[in-house]
């Protein structure tokens, strides 16, 4: 599929037999069935529409092929003709207004490390292995946890403003500080409201704090300060921003790894600066799949 045509469903919030799109602004009927298919090989697959709360009039849907926590287990994008997509390359950023689509990687109190596959054709998402074995977080990770599509860190660039750290080749990552725990393969609207900027061993990995504009508290957030006004505290009993960066920044100590560091003075940017690393890493993804910068073995389908 060629780069420049992209699919998008937009968030929604749903009720028991109707659903309200917050772009579309339209209500539709839910239908209800069965989402599970069976394969001669015997291995059971599923396909269903995103789910309600995250996603409304779909014009893709996702493919879970294998079982979760295995090896083989992936999460593919399709379009509505049955076609795979890439929610890396096919998702589009921008929704207008401000807002950007989110993909859900790890969903909030979970710990399995799943992330896109950047290497593998369709980028599907898996969950990460080392040494073989599967990746699991020490603890579970209290946010909704994944990427912003169309987005890339570039290895060959040294971020002067971060203590010179090249980025680490991967999409940007976001932390979506909503109440709802969503599902892998979510595609979310949402709004940044922040950004960490987290050296992890050398390389640069910012972390944008966002919110789905379907939460309940979405419209009383719109920068960094509000976040701290209206998400004071988190269950550790530290406020949100501050526990987002020592999670970050611990969450490798107990496999006896160094803690992570932060730039920008250890402190959460605001929302303008938030913007600004989204506008230079989609310009970064461009040229990526341009091929104006050399992809290496990413994929680019």
Same mark, same amino acid.
């Given at each position: 599929?060629?780069?420049?045509?992209r699919?998008?469903?937009?968030?929604?919030?749903s009720?028991?037999?109707?659903?309200?799109?917050?772009?579309l602004?339209?209500?539709?009927?839910?239908?209800?069935?069965?989402?599970?298919? &069976?394969?001669?090989?015997?291995?059971?697959?599923?396909?269903r529409?995103?789910?309600?709360?995250?996603?409304?009039?779909?014009?893709?849907? *996702?493919?879970?092929e294998?079982?979760?926590?295995?090896?083989?287990?992936?999460?593919?994008?399709?379009?509505?003709?049955?076609r795979?997509?890439?929610?890396?390359?096919?998702?589009?950023?921008?929704?207008?207004?401000?807002?950007?689509s989110?993909?859900?990687?790890?969903p909030?109190?979970?710990?399995?490390?799943?992330?896109?596959?950047?290497d593998?054709?369709?980028?599907?998402?898996?969950?990460?292995?080392?040494? &073989?074995?599967?990746?699991?977080?020490p603890?579970?990770?209290?946010? /909704?946890y994944?990427?912003?599509?169309?987005?890339?860190?570039?290895?060959?660039?040294?971020?002067?403003?971060?203590?010179?750290?090249? &980025?680490?080749?991967?999409?940007?990552?976001?932390?979506?500080?909503?109440?709802?725990?969503?599902?892998?393969?979510?595609?979310?609207?949402?709004?940044?409201?922040?950004a960490?900027?987290?050296i992890?061993?050398?390389?640069?990995?910012?972390? *944008?704090?966002? *919110?789905?504009?379907?939460?309940?508290?979405?419209?009383?957030?719109?920068?960094?300060?509000?976040?701290?006004?209206?998400?004071?505290? /988190?269950?550790?009993g530290?406020?949100?921003? *501050?526990?987002?960066?020592?999670?970050?920044?611990?969450?490798?100590i107990?496999?006896?790894?160094?803690?992570?560091?932060?730039?920008?003075?250890?402190?959460?940017? /605001?929302?303008?600066?938030?913007?600004?690393?989204?506008?230079?890493?989609?310009?970064?993804?461009?040229?990526?799949v341009?091929?104006?910068?050399?992809?290496?073995?990413?994929?680019?389908?």
């Amino acid at each position: 599929m060629a780069a420049a045509a992209r699919v998008i469903a937009v968030a929604c919030h749903s009720t028991a037999t109707t659903s309200s799109c917050l772009l579309l602004k339209t209500s539709f009927a839910l239908k209800r069935g069965s989402n599970a298919l &069976g394969l001669n090989n015997g291995r059971r697959l599923s396909k269903r529409l995103f789910s309600c709360n995250a996603i409304c009039n779909p014009q893709f849907q *996702i493919k879970q092929e294998g079982q979760p926590e295995t090896l083989d287990y992936r999460v593919f994008f399709e379009d509505t003709s049955g076609r795979k997509i890439s929610p890396w390359h096919d998702v589009p950023l921008h929704l207008g207004d401000g807002a950007f689509s989110f993909i859900v990687e790890i969903p909030k109190e979970s710990s399995a490390k799943m992330e896109v596959a950047t290497d593998e054709l369709y980028t599907p998402i898996k969950q990460d292995t080392k040494k &073989g074995k599967l990746r699991y977080y020490p603890y579970n990770i209290n946010w /909704n946890y994944g990427l912003l599509p169309q987005t890339w860190e570039d290895p060959s660039l040294a971020n002067s403003e971060v203590e010179g750290a090249f &980025g680490d080749n991967d999409p940007v990552d976001v932390v979506e500080i909503g109440e709802t725990r969503r599902k892998i393969g979510d595609v979310l609207k949402v709004k940044p409201l922040a950004a960490l900027a987290m050296i992890d061993e050398g390389e640069l990995d910012w972390k *944008i704090v966002a *919110i789905s504009l379907d939460d309940p508290r979405a419209s009383l957030v719109n920068d960094v300060d509000d976040v701290e006004k209206h998400f004071p505290v /988190n269950l550790t009993g530290k406020g949100t921003l *501050i526990a987002i960066r020592d999670w970050f920044r611990d969450y490798k100590i107990p496999d006896g790894k160094p803690a992570n560091k932060f730039g920008l003075g250890n402190k959460a940017a /605001n929302k303008d600066y938030a913007l600004k690393v989204i506008a230079e890493t989609s310009e970064s993804w461009a040229k990526l799949v341009k091929r104006s910068i050399s992809a290496g073995e990413l994929s680019l389908v």
